[in-house]
């Protein structure tokens, strides 16, 4: 059985994580796999998800929590760990540290989201929280395009500071600016990745401000939970999401529903876009990812296959 770290997870190519997203949403058109509702156990305000996905040759478990206030002990929300499984042995394959690979394939989900929604000519783009997934949702925004000017905001400015540097190394052409509020950010972005673990809208708009532009939403995923305000989703052209899920489980697609802001016939999967070349331009969208265990387990495979055949990892006997 193969162990892999952080370290390890993070040797493993955007390009190859990004496919194997793609890969996942082709399984949604197939419909060949087997994945029950993910299982939320409550504890006040903090969350257990059980995450199990059954494919041809593999199956997998994420056990993953999101304690919200652990950023306030200078701690990350997300925590979990990976097993996946041979589905023919049914032996253990690989065991994952849960929060690497679900930074992994959540930037990959949100860059994907880019790379299908996105012009190629967009410049200017802004990431609202500046934790872990918003370092990721980062990278593969400007693995998937040519960004020149980065905005990006945090309730806590030093967060949005470390970001800043982190992505200087990776990426030292782009201009990065920390805006004073998330409204700044929305005005200067033509593409906005909100990533964070607040319960209201992180800001004020109309119609004319949200027009044109593509929104990603990756943070709320309990219907008490919402990222952007109603007038994104309603002035939206189009909405998708990640899994149809998401309508029951998201605050961002739930609370505007039961507000009867929008109805269910607005919201289309993500999949359906796979194998269109170009999106129509100057379409105000709206795309909301509360991930899905199906993605963990194509991506995790092919972490997994890429450490076998590149020596990456450590192996271990029970
Ligand atoms: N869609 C998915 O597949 C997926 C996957 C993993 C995590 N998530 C969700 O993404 C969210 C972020 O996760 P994380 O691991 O990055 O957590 P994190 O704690 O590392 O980062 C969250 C960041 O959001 C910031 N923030 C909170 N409220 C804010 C506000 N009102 N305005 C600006 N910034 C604010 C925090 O200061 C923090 O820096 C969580 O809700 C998590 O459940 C979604």
Redesign the pocket.
């Known amino acids: 059985m193969l162990f892999l770290n952080k370290d390890a997870i993070q040797k493993i190519d955007q390009n190859s994580i990004q496919t194997a997203v793609e890969q996942a949403y082709r399984l949604v058109l197939s419909q060949n796999y087997n994945m029950p509702d993910r299982m939320h156990v409550a504890d006040n305000q903090n969350i257990l998800l059980l995450m199990p996905c059954f494919s041809e040759k593999f199956f997998s478990t994420k056990l993953?929590s999101?304690f919200?206030e652990?950023?306030q002990h200078g701690q990350?929300?997300?925590n979990g760990v990976m097993v996946l499984s041979d589905n023919v042995s049914g032996q253990p394959l690989a065991v994952m540290d849960g929060?690497a690979v679900?930074?992994q394939?959540?930037g990959a989900?949100g860059g994907l989201g880019v790379k299908l929604l996105t012009p190629e000519t967009v410049r200017a783009a802004g990431v609202?929280?500046?934790?872990?997934?918003?370092?990721?949702q980062a990278r593969y925004l400007l693995f998937n395009r040519k960004i020149k000017t980065l905005y990006i905001?945090?309730?806590?400015k030093e967060?949005a500071i470390n970001m800043t540097r982190v992505l200087k190394k990776e990426y030292p052409d782009v201009d990065y600016v920390i805006t004073e509020n998330?409204n700044q950010l929305v005005e200067n972005s033509s593409v906005i990745i909100a990533?964070?673990?607040?319960s209201?809208p992180?800001f004020e708009t109309t119609p004319d401000g949200v027009m044109g532009k593509i929104f990603i939403s990756?943070?709320?995923?309990r219907p008490d939970?919402q990222e952007f305000p109603d007038t994104v989703i309603e002035t939206a052209d189009d909405v998708f999401v990640?899994t149809l899920f998401a309508a029951k489980e998201s605050g961002d697609i739930a609370t505007p529903l039961k507000k009867h802001v929008i109805t269910k016939n607005k919201i289309k999967e993500f999949a359906g876009l796979l194998g269109k070349n170009t999106y129509p331009e100057n379409r105000t969208v709206f795309f909301k990812?509360?991930?899905?265990a199906l993605?963990d387990l194509t991506v995790s495979s092919a972490i997994y296959q890429l450490a076998v055949k590149n020596n990456i990892g450590q192996a271990l006997d029970f």
Do not use: E, H, K
């Open positions: 993953v999101v919200p652990a950023q990350p929300a997300v929060a679900t930074a394939r959540t989900v609202l929280g500046a934790g872990v997934q918003g370092l990721s905001y945090d309730l806590y967060s998330a990533a964070t673990t607040s209201n992180l990756i943070g709320s995923f939970m990640d990812s509360v991930g899905m993605f």
